[in-house]
């Protein structure tokens, strides 16, 4: 139970001290060296492994987007798709793209949101395509 406590203690620095990370490891090694202790150790890390390579991986997605729409914000109103596809603000498709911190956890696009934001980017296009000026 006390290596347990302690491994929730530590869990804090998965991802963002590795330095301190490691030597909590080093250290948790020295105190409990029993084989069952080891492996309770072992899976500790091999499960902070895999959450990071999922934050990985989901952190490579908003970059995609983000550089996905970097020139077609440069054209585009985002806060038009925001209001007359989303029903919000343009604070909240921003954040979606830039991945930034809500309420704890990054924001991101939902499939059905990516699939959203897709159709709005094709209609804006259809209703610039078929736009032509006349005197």
């Known amino acids: 139970m006390k290596l347990e406590k302690k491994l929730n203690e530590i869990k804090k620095y998965i991802g963002i001290?590795?330095?301190k990370f490691g030597e909590e490891i080093t250290s948790l090694?020295?105190?409990f060296d029993?084989?069952?202790d080891i492996q309770i150790i072992d899976q500790f890390i091999r499960s902070g492994m895999e959450e990071l390579t999922t934050d990985l991986i989901e952190f490579n997605k908003e970059v995609s987007v983000r550089s996905q729409l970097a020139e077609i914000s440069k054209i585009v109103s985002f806060a038009y798709i925001a209001e007359h596809y989303f029903n919000k603000t343009r604070a909240w498709l921003h954040q979606r793209i830039t991945g930034q911190i809500v309420n704890g956890k990054p924001a991101k696009f939902t499939?059905?949101?990516?699939?959203?934001?897709n159709f709005a980017l094709q209609d804006i296009s259809k209703k610039i395509g078929s736009t032509f000026i006349t005197q």
Do not use: A, N, T, Y
Request: glycine share 0%; net charge negative; charged share 55%.
């Open 17 to 19: 001290d590795p330095e």
């Open 29 to 31: 090694r020295k105190m």
């Open 34 to 36: 029993s084989p069952d």
């Open 111 to 117: 499939q059905e949101e990516i699939e959203k934001l």
